[in-house]
């Protein structure tokens, strides 16, 4: 089948091994010049030379966050010869690279193209519209399946914090942080205290002059010569005032509060609605339930997402080429709705819908379940678990024993 597939992430190129294996005819569409998105470090931010706004988020000396034992594609294991498991943003990129040579990916990536309209082609096929950034020439074309894999860390959220205007220092999102330089000897403020929150502050603290760490609720997350805050109540043009009435001056201040789900391309007919951070109606966080011949790869958060792309490309085939029967619209809604009943009954907000966590084990196998494919070894999912369960506390190595069991060393 003809198949497009919007971005060259780790879930385009993992996508677009599985289609060719399968024989599909792909078109992998990349706005930039590079595979990669999200491994890609470069030093500049705003636009690029065609124009585009540049959407980088990776910043220098990266460590991933995860071991390497759970980033990683089914067949295809990292080399031998590295034997840590905290492994380097230059490593992820060698090993996405690797895996493209590998499997002869490139020449079906189209680079320098923006997906810039997509809409339905009679029942089940679509009409994808491109833009080359260079000349700008648009070109549609029709489809019978589209992959999204666009990527989440694009579209910088802020939060509503009434007077931020009023600020005088220099305000940023983290997207735009690359390296130490522009905080030597600067009074900072990081507002958000997960991930990016903490890595931020790790980064910065041997060379600003004062670094506040402000955070919605009480953490027992401790960073050295770091001061822990609560939530901003009011910023001034010298700083800040917060929820327990102290008062900060700063130079600058780092907006650590995540990203908004965005598809810009997907026109309304398309029939997907992003409701505060939720992208719906899909069926298991891939399918489209009004038009089941387009997939949203990688949308869910707090997973292992290369193995969660992995598994979610192959579900997301299987289905197109009929090897499962997929249950019928109104089952699909019926289990989006039992869904959302059990988020609700656990009072977890509409924002966190496709945060997956320690529901890892459970996700992973009932992909594999329901469309009878290879599933991804239990261990991999129990490993994450583990380590989001030890967060803060994570640079180990760990060696895989068997399909089930994992150590730690
Ligand atoms: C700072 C940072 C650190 C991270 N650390 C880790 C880690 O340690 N371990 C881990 O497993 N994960 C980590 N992640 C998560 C990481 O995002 C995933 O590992 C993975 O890279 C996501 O891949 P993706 O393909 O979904 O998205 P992306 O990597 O964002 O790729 C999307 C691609 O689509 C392209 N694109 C977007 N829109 C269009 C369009 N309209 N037309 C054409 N092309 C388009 C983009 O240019 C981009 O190349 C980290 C993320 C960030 C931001
Ligand atoms: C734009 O560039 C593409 C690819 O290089 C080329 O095929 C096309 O003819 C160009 N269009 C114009 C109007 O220059
Ligand atoms: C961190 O790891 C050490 C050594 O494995 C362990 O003793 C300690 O309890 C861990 N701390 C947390 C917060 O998990």
């Known amino acids: 089948m003809k198949i497009a597939i919007i971005g060259a992430g780790v879930a385009g190129v ?5 289609a060719l294996e399968r024989g599909h005819e792909c078109e992998c569409f990349e706005e930039t010049g590079e595979f990669g998105g999200t ?59 690797d895996y493209v040579n590998k499997f002869d990916l490139e020449k079906h990536i189209k680079y320098h193209q923006t997906v810039v309209k997509v ?16 000349n700008k020439t648009q070109n549609s074309k ?7 894999c666009n990527g989440h860390f694009r579209y910088p959220k802020l939060p509503n914090i009434d007077s931020r205007n009023l600020f005088n220092g220099l305000q940023m999102h983290s997207s735009d942080y690359r390296n130490q330089n522009l905080y030597k000897n600067k009074r900072v403020l990081v507002i958000g205290a997960s991930y990016s929150g903490i890595d931020v502050a790790n980064h910065i603290k041997s060379v600003t002059k004062k670094l506040c760490l402000s955070h919605w609720s ?10 822990n ?49 939720w992208v719906k109606p899909l069926y298991k966080h891939v399918i489209n339930i009004e038009r089941p011949t387009m997939y949203f790869i990688g949308i869910p958060f707090l997973v292992a997402a290369f193995q969660c792309c992995d598994i979610q490309a192959r579900f997301s085939l299987a289905a197109l080429e009929k090897k499962f029967v997929l249950p019928q619209k109104q089952h699909m809604l019926k289990d989006l709705n039992d869904y959302e009943f059990e988020l609700k009954k656990n009072n977890v907000p509409n924002r966190h819908t496709h945060k997956i966590g320690q529901r890892i084990v459970s996700y992973f196998a009932e992909l594999a379940e329901i469309a009878a494919i290879r599933p991804i070894p239990n261990v991999y999912a129990k490993l994450y678990s583990y380590v989001i369960s030890q967060f803060g506390n994570q640079s180990k190595n760990y060696v895989i024993l068997n399909d089930e069991h994992f150590i730690v060393c």
């Open 14 to 18: 993992v996508t677009l091994k599985y």
């Open 229 to 277: 805050k609560p939530a901003v109540s009011k910023m001034y043009p010298q700083g800040a005032v917060f929820a327990d009435g102290t008062v900060e001056e700063f130079d600058i201040v780092i907006y650590c509060t995540g990203y908004e789900y965005k598809f810009p391309f997907l026109d309304d007919s398309c029939g997907i609605t992003v409701n505060d951070n």
């Open 119 to 134: 809409r339905p082609h009679n029942d089940d096929k679509w009409t994808v519209t491109t833009e080359n950034v260079i």
């Open 39 to 97: 491994w890609v470090y470069t030093d500049k931010t705003g636009v690029d030379e065609n124009g585009m706004k540049i959407y980088r988020t990776m910043y220098k000396d990266l460590i991933t966050n995860l071991p390497k034992e759970v980033m990683f594609f089914l067949d295809f294991p990292y080399p031998e010869h590295i034997k840590e498991s905290i492994i380097t943003q230059p490593q992820v990129l060698q090993y996405l690279t």
């Open 218 to 227: 009480p953490t027992n997350v401790k960073i050295e010569s770091v001061v």
């Open 142 to 148: 029709i489809y019978e399946s589209v992959f999204v």
